[in-house]
């Protein structure tokens, strides 16, 4: 019998080892692109046409819940932020890639089919199973010429396990940059053919009305464009297909210019208004901090699923400079490389998800790592919350933090944690930060699984 269940978990095991790289082809263009650094490229992740678990994606949301449906674009930001990262660290000698306008080159994802994978097969076979999948195409555009500089299918890329979508989501766009990287690097040019048929993206119609959009997509699959070449000598045949605008907002929707109010009225009316119950805004701690940085106890936990994660910047100091001063500095005076004349805007309606997202996942990650099926969310509400009181960055992004436990609906707080957190070493300044944030929730979530184990 042992001999048996031994042999399943090692199948078990060479089946998801073998599943992460997934099937990436190489269908057109011109491969020199990816190896050459003097270019940076915007990325778009394209969920139009997306089939989410067998169904459009919208629907598949709408049918799992509220909270899906307002989570998938900060999630796509956090996912996607995560794909920019471990693409320009895996090809740090070739072309780097941004979410912002660039030279004129755009890397497209068309998303076509995803699954995000399942936490009890996580956490009961392991060995990566349960990561999430997706399938699509990417192109990569200059100056928007329908003509792609290169065309790249991509069939069953997987990551591996986690316990929360979010984790899961998030490594399968790691993998996905990595397994990129390294397939592109190992095809051999000479047997890729010029590309010849232009692609109609919705990209290119941004600014064209709600109407239907008819697109070119010349990938039905590697085997067809084979088949094609084969036939047709350097011909592809074009597929049509209807594009329809996004249902949810894209990662990189612009959104009504925000400001971040000064006095503590406003700040409270400015985030209740986002749905934070105001006795969490409000919450102090008064419990008087031990030697080892904390005090209280979290006993009362014992059975919660989820708890509601706020992080409170309104005192914090960024680098010696107050939240206003910080945010005007951003504005007009930081290096080419920080500086966004739009930063106010984007710090509430990108930033600070992003930021919240970054320790969420690590805290998650410690406390599946010890089999406590709680975990953190940005969803407000829930009985218990976690404020975090973030009290300094420097320059690296290190920072501290006091992290609150609070009973949300009265606000008293019943265990306190003051923590000091590593940033980063080189990269944007809001990349510091993120890492920074990573670095706490990594702490908060050890912290907390030692008090609840």
């Not at 320009?88 to 995000?116: A, L």
């Not at 929360?164 to 000479?190: C, F, H, P």
């Not at 209807?242 to 006095?263: G, L, R």
């Not at 290190?398 to 019943?414: F, H, K, M």
Request: aromatic letters at 8%; proline letters at 3%.
């Amino acid at each position: 019998m042992k001999s048996k269940v031994l042999a399943i978990l090692f199948a078990l095991l060479l089946v998801s080892v073998s599943s992460f790289a997934g099937n990436i082809t190489v269908i057109s263009g011109d491969l020199s692109v990816v190896s050459n650094r003097s270019i940076t490229a915007k990325v778009v992740f394209d969920y139009t046409d997306l089939i989410l678990e067998g169904k459009p994606y919208m629907e598949h949301l709408q049918s799992k819940g509220h909270d899906f449906v307002r989570d998938w674009p900060m999630e796509s930001v956090a996912s996607e932020t995560y794909f920019i990262k471990c693409w320009n660290k895996d090809n740090k000698d070739g072309m780097q890639i941004s979410s912002t306008e660039n030279n004129g080159y755009m890397m497209y994802f068309h998303v076509k089919k995803m699954h995000m994978g399942s936490g009890a097969a996580s956490m009961l076979v392991g060995f990566g199973a349960g990561g999430a999948s997706m399938s699509g195409v990417m192109y990569i555009f200059k100056d928007m010429n329908p003509i792609p500089v290169l065309t790249v299918e991509i069939n069953d890329q997987t990551g591996r396990s986690g316990m929360t979508e979010l984790v899961r989501r998030t490594d399968l766009y790691g993998e996905l940059a990595e397994d990129l990287v390294k397939s592109i690097m190992k095809t051999n040019k000479s047997k890729v053919r010029p590309s010849t048929t232009p692609v109609q993206v919705p990209a290119f119609n941004m600014a064209s009305s709600e109407a239907p959009v008819q697109t070119v997509a010349p990938v039905a699959s590697a085997s067809a464009a084979s088949a094609s070449v084969q036939q047709n000598g350097a011909q592809e045949v074009p597929v049509q297909q209807t594009v329809y605008p996004a249902e949810a907002p894209a990662a990189n929707t612009t959104v009504q210019a925000v400001q971040v109010p000064q006095n503590s009225q406003t700040f409270e009316t400015f985030e209740q208004a986002k749905g934070v119950p105001a006795t969490l805004i409000n919450a102090e701690s008064h419990l008087e901090l031990g030697r080892k940085g904390d005090a209280g106890n979290v006993d009362e936990l014992a059975g919660e699923k989820r708890i509601s994660l706020y992080i409170d910047y309104r005192d914090a100091i960024f680098d010696n400079k107050g939240l206003e001063d910080f945010i005007e500095y951003m504005e007009s005076a930081a290096d080419d490389r920080d500086r966004d004349p739009n930063f106010r805007n984007n710090w509430e309606s990108k930033h600070k998800n992003t930021l919240a997202l970054a320790f969420i996942e690590e805290a998650n990650g410690k406390l599946s790592n010890k089999d406590l099926y709680v975990t953190l969310t940005t969803k407000q509400g829930c009985k218990y919350s976690v404020k975090v009181v973030v009290a300094k960055f420097d320059d690296d992004g290190n920072n501290v933090c006091d992290c609150l436990v609070v009973r949300t609906e009265t606000g008293d707080v019943i265990a306190h944690y003051r923590l000091e957190a590593k940033g980063g070493k080189f990269g944007e300044y809001i990349g510091l930060l993120e890492q920074g944030l990573a670095s706490a929730g990594e702490a908060f979530g050890e912290w907390l699984a030692d008090e609840l184990d």
